[in-house]
C-alpha cells in the first residue's frame, strides 16, 4: 500500500548546494525506520482484529473504529503535520510525533477496554501526522541531486514492503504472545529511533509559518461525522436519525471547512487545485483504491478467522501475496502509464479490480479458501496497484512544477480518507456476517467492492486526463 507524500523542495537558481552530511545515510535508515513503523500500523491491526474482539468484547462498529480511528488522524491532520514541521523544525516535530506515536502504541497495547483501545489509537494516528511529513521533509533537505532521487526511492519502497511484512508480522505476533505485542512492538523501536535520530539527523531552523488549526478540525470532524453515520447504518439502517444527522453534521463541516480555507489567508488545503482536473483525477483515483485495499485486509481478516476459522498466522501468510500482488501492480502499473498513459491504464487497473471480486462475492462457510479467496483478492490488488501509480502520477507529473508539492498534500489526504471511508461502508454492508457468523454479509460487501470498482472505471473514462504524464523531480509516494 501507497502513501502520497509533499514534494521535495527544489533549490532556486545555480546556488552552489552545502557540502553533503556525511551522517545522511545512516539518517535515512533511521528515519525510514520511523515511517515503516507506520505503514506497518495500517495493516497489522487487521489480523489482529477478531482476537482483540474476543478478549475485549468488542462488537462491529468499535472493530471497524480501531482501524479507521488511525488512518482518520493520520490523513486529516497530516498537512496540518507539515505547516509545524515548518514552523518548528522538521527535527522536533519529527521527535514529538515519534514520542507521541510510541506513547499511544504502548497505551494501546495496555488497553483493557474499548475507550482505552480507540484512544491509544487516536494517538498513534495523531503522532503519525507529525512524523511522517517531517520525516520526508528531512529526506528532501538533507540530500540534493542525483542521491535525493534514490534517497526518495528508498522511501518509496517502504510502503509496499510495510503492507507485506504488517499482514504477516501480525498474524505471527497475534499467534503467538497476543494481539497486544502488535502495538508492543513499537515501544522498544520508537525508544530507540528517539535516542539515535538526534545524533545523526541535523537540526533544521524553525521557520515563522501560519496554522491553520482551524481547518484541520473541521476536516477532521467532519470525516469522523461521516465515518459515524456511515458506520450506524450497519446497525440502525440508512433513514433513522442516528444515522442522518452525523452524515448531514458531515456535509455541514465539509462546507465550514471550504468557507474556512476559501477566507484564510494561508490555508490548510488550496482547495483552487480540485479545478486542476489531473489533480481531481489523482485524489479521486487514491479515494477509490485506498478504500477499496484497505476493505479487502479487513474483510478478509474477519472473513477467514470469524467465519472460516483460519489462525492469526495462516491469515496472515495467506494476505502475504495479496501484498506482493499490489507491489507487482505498482511496477507494471509504472511502465504502463509511461508507454499508453494515465487514462487507459487507470480504466485497465479498476476492471482487473473489479473482475477480482467477483468471486468474493459467491463465498461460502465450506470449501477451500485458497481457492475461492485467494485468486480474487490476488487480482483485485494486482489491478489496484497499478491504480496507485497512476492516481500519483497523474496528479504530480501532470501539474505545473511548482503547484507539485500542494497536489501531493491532497492526494496524501485522500489516501488515508480513503481507507477510513471504505472500511466503514464495508463494515456496515457486512453487519449481518458479523452478527450471525454468515458468509452472506460478506457476500454483499464483496458486491459493493466489484460495483464501486466498476463504477469507478466508468468515471475514470471521462476524469482521467489523457496523455502520458513527465517523470516529476520531486514528490513521490510512498
Excluded at 480501531?66 to 509545524?84: D, H, K
Excluded at 512492538?185 to 538526534?198: F, K, R, S, T
Excluded at 452524515?247 to 468557507?259: D, P, R, V, W
Aim: hydrophobic letters at 55%; a neutral charge.
Amino acid at each position: 500500500m501507497t502513501h502520497a507524500a509533499a514534494g521535495a523542495p527544489h533549490t532556486a537558481g545555480h546556488a552552489p548546494h552545502p557540502p553533503p552530511d556525511p551522517r545522511r545515510w545512516a539518517a535515512l535508515a533511521l528515519i525510514c525506520l520511523a515511517q515503516f513503523m507506520l505503514i506497518l500500523d495500517v495493516t497489522v491491526v487487521n489480523v489482529a482484529l477478531p482476537d482483540m474482539a474476543a478478549d475485549l468484547d468488542l462488537g462491529r462498529e468499535t472493530l471497524t473504529w480501531v482501524v479507521t480511528a488511525y488512518t482518520l488522524c493520520f490523513g486529516g491532520l497530516m498537512l496540518l503535520g507539515g505547516r509545524l514541521a515548518d514552523a518548528l523544525g522538521a527535527r522536533r516535530t519529527l521527535l514529538a510525533g515519534l514520542a507521541l506515536f510510541t506513547a499511544a502504541s504502548l497505551l494501546t497495547g495496555l488497553a483493557q477496554n474499548a475507550p482505552t483501545l480507540l484512544g491509544g489509537r487516536i494517538g498513534q494516528g495523531v503522532g503519525a501526522a507529525l512524523l511522517s511529513p517531517a520525516a520526508l521533509s528531512l529526506v528532501t533537505t538533507t540530500f540534493q541531486g542525483a542521491e535525493r532521487n534514490k534517497a526518495l526511492g528508498v522511501w518509496a519502497a517502504i510502503g509496499g514492503s510495510g503492507s507485506a511484512a504488517g499482514v504477516l508480522l501480525g498474524g505471527a505476533l497475534t499467534d503467538g504472545p497476543g494481539w497486544p505485542w502488535v502495538f508492543y512492538i513499537n515501544v522498544p523501536v520508537g525508544l530507540l529511533l528517539l535516542i539515535a535520530l538526534p545524533a545523526f539527523v541535523p537540526a533544521s531552523a524553525p521557520r515563522p509559518a501560519r496554522l491553520d488549526i482551524q481547518g484541520a478540525l473541521l476536516v477532521t470532524t467532519g470525516t469522523a461525522a461521516l465515518i459515524y453515520g456511515l458506520v450506524e447504518a450497519g446497525d440502525s439502517g440508512w433513514t433513522d436519525t442516528s444515522t442522518l444527522l452525523p452524515l448531514f453534521g458531515a456535509a455541514a463541516a465539509y462546507a465550514a471547512f471550504a468557507a474556512v480555507e476559501r477566507a484564510g489567508r494561508a490555508p490548510l488545503m488550496d482547495l483552487r487545485m480540485f479545478t486542476r482536473r489531473p489533480v481531481l483525477a489523482g485524489a479521486f483515483l487514491m479515494l477509490i483504491a485506498t478504500g477499496l485495499l484497505i476493505a479487502y485486509f479487513f474483510l478478509g481478516s474477519v472473513y477467514l478467522q470469524h467465519i472460516r476459522g483460519l489462525s492469526p498466522l495462516r491469515t496472515g501468510a495467506l494476505f502475504l501475496p495479496v501484498a506482493v500482488a499490489t507491489g507487482l501492480g505498482a511496477h507494471l502499473g509504472s511502465r504502463l502509464v509511461g508507454r499508453i498513459g494515465s487514462r487507459p491504464t487507470a480504466v485497465a487497473g479498476l476492471a482487473v479490480a473489479a473482475a477480482g471480486s467477483v468471486p468474493l462475492t459467491r463465498l461460502s462457510e465450506t470449501g477451500s479458501v485458497y481457492a475461492g479467496l485467494l485468486p480474487g483478492f490476488v487480482i483485485a490488488s494486482l489491478g489496484l496497484g497499478a491504480v496507485f501509480v497512476t492516481a500519483t502520477t497523474t496528479a504530480l507529473a501532470m501539474v505545473e512544477h511548482h503547484e507539485a508539492g500542494l497536489a501531493s498534500g491532497v492526494v496524501n489526504t485522500f489516501h488515508e480518507v480513503g481507507g477510513s471511508i471504505g472500511v466503514a461502508v464495508v463494515s456496515t454492508v457486512a453487519a449481518s456476517g458479523f452478527e450471525r457468523g454468515s458468509a452472506g454479509g460478506f457476500d454483499d460487501a464483496f458486491t459493493v467492492c466489484a460495483v464501486a470498482a466498476a463504477a469507478a472505471a466508468v468515471m475514470a473514462l471521462g476524469l482521467v486526463p489523457r496523455g502520458r504524464p513527465q517523470p516529476a523531480d520531486g514528490p513521490y509516494v510512498h
